[in-house]
């Protein structure tokens, strides 16, 4: 089973910071890899999809790269609404059984 | 607009049944392949289940497998998990889901808002 490992589990950062989150795959899953945004008591959000592709009405300050086993989900000056939990999930498996990373809180610093 | 409407969540004891369902609209239902997924209190997010537009091909994560039986009504626009001999560690809220396929890649695009099944003595 592909395993996926987010850094870091939390995060605190200022409005107007940079962050960057990382996640990593146990096997290569070449660019099968989405992200989402989820924030207490609503459903995720779908922010990224194949590792780079931003989803229509997605902010631009928004933006995902990698391949293979590595990848980024960077957030270029942070808003008060982007604080919130973040999942990478891997589409690469078949049959479709897809796995998420544990997650990562972004908090107001 | 495209929507999805889970319900039939509540509180069952360990051992007991309990079906949720999840209703679409404003997209062709019959088209898409639908998900299950759930996250318990506090925690990450994990799939559940798969099933196929025709129901041909459906797929189970090993923690439901035997246990758990997705199913869908197309006349309906109507997805379904019935859960069967629940167990404590299945508390959580279950979303339905959309994928799309794009040129190989595919993607939840649209989530319900979730219902909360709590299992509990």
């Known amino acids: 089973d592909i395993q996926m490992t987010q850094s870091p589990s939390s995060l605190s950062a200022s409005v107007g910071d940079r962050v960057t989150i990382t996640c990593r795959a146990t096997?290569?899953?070449?660019?099968?890899l989405n992200w989402y945004q989820q924030k207490p008591g609503k459903a995720p959000k779908l922010l990224i999809y194949?590792?780079?592709t931003l989803q229509s009405g997605v902010p631009s300050r928004f933006s995902g790269s990698g391949s293979g086993t590595y990848f980024t989900l960077t957030i270029n000056s942070l808003q008060p609404d982007d604080f919130a939990t973040y999942y990478c999930?891997?589409?690469?498996?078949?049959?479709?059984?897809?796995?998420f990373g544990q997650g990562t809180k972004l908090e107001i610093k | 607009q495209v929507h999805l409407v889970e319900s039939g969540g509540g509180v069952v004891q360990p051992g007991r049944s309990l079906r949720l369902s999840c209703e679409a609209s404003?997209?062709?239902?019959?088209?898409?392949?639908m998900h299950w997924l759930r996250q318990a209190p506090g925690k990450g997010l994990e799939w559940v289940a798969v099933?196929?537009?025709?129901?041909?091909?459906?797929h189970y994560a090993d923690s439901v497998k035997g246990r758990f039986t997705i199913s869908r009504d197309n006349s309906r626009n109507t997805l379904y998990l019935q859960m069967d001999s629940l167990r404590v560690d299945d508390t959580a809220i279950y979303y339905c889901?959309?994928?799309?396929?794009?040129?190989?890649?595919?993607?939840?695009?649209?989530w319900g808002q979730g219902t909360l099944v709590t299992v509990s003595s």
């Open positions: 889901a959309r994928v799309v396929y794009s040129s190989g890649w595919d993607w939840f695009d649209t």
């Open positions: 404003g997209f062709i239902f019959s088209y898409y392949p």
């Open positions: 099933i196929s537009s025709e129901e041909s091909n459906i």
């Open positions: 096997q290569n899953i070449d660019t099968f």
């Open positions: 194949a590792a780079s």
């Open positions: 999930q891997q589409s690469y498996t078949t049959p479709r059984m897809y796995t």
